[in-house]
């Protein structure tokens, strides 16, 4: 049980440090729905399910759609394919 609760942090601390380094946007959300779902399962295995609920509704369910559609609205998935920033 503490194995997988030190590779949980360790897994939120890389999380933590390729969303900073990642260029890319859409890479980013799906590091930050990541990391999200990790930080969901430490608080189960803290005990705390209301935190548990509330991580996974907002913090991965809302904020995930709210990321999508501000991408989208932008117009940044059109070029993706291109490396000329």
Do not use: Q
């Amino acid at each position: 049980m503490v194995a997988i609760e030190y590779l949980l942090l360790i897994g939120l601390i890389v999380c933590a440090i390729a969303v900073n380094v990642t260029k890319h946007l859409l890479p980013t959300v799906i590091i930050s729905v990541t990391f999200g779902t990790m930080l969901s399962v430490v608080w189960l295995l803290l005990k705390a399910p209301d935190l548990a609920i509330t991580e996974a509704a907002v913090g991965v369910g809302i904020e995930t759609i709210l990321y999508l559609m501000t991408i989208r609205k932008v117009h940044h998935f059109e070029g993706i394919g291109d490396e000329t920033e």
